[in-house]
């Protein structure tokens, strides 16, 4: 069964720093592309980094440019994401997304990044 599994959520101090992982399994599902997105309480899931599994092009939402690196292992069907110079705005759950070359979209349960002040 296909599955997408996010991990390495947590509290940090602002200005610091996180790695986000994310695997999609069965490592035999091939994969188009993989990404991550955001969603605060209340509002709309936002669109964060995204990776092509094939190429490596990657693209970044204007708010985290400069500060967020999306990475990918894809013999492991695995992608991480950078953060760095944390701030209190980037608190929220990350949700990652992996799109198989064919068929639907797996939507991993979210891991919650939170910033102090």
């Known amino acids: 069964q296909e599955q997408v599994v996010e991990s390495g959520g947590g509290l940090v101090e602002a200005g610091g720093s996180l790695r986000l992982s994310c695997v999609a399994s069965?490592?035999?599902?091939?994969?188009?592309?993989m990404a991550w997105f955001r969603q605060a309480p209340g509002k709309e899931r936002e669109f964060v980094a995204r990776?092509?599994?094939?190429?490596?092009?990657?693209n970044y939402a204007d708010s985290v440019k400069g500060r967020f690196t999306i990475d990918k292992d894809s013999a492991e069907n695995t992608v991480f994401l950078d953060m760095k110079t944390l701030e209190p705005g980037d608190t929220t759950i990350y949700y990652c997304?992996?799109?198989?070359?064919?068929?639907?979209?797996?939507w991993g349960q979210g891991t919650q990044v939170t910033v102090s002040s």
């Open positions: 997304k992996a799109r198989p070359l064919l068929g639907r979209e797996y």
């Open positions: 990776i092509n599994m094939i190429s490596g092009s990657t």
């Open positions: 069965p490592r035999s599902l091939s994969l188009h592309d």
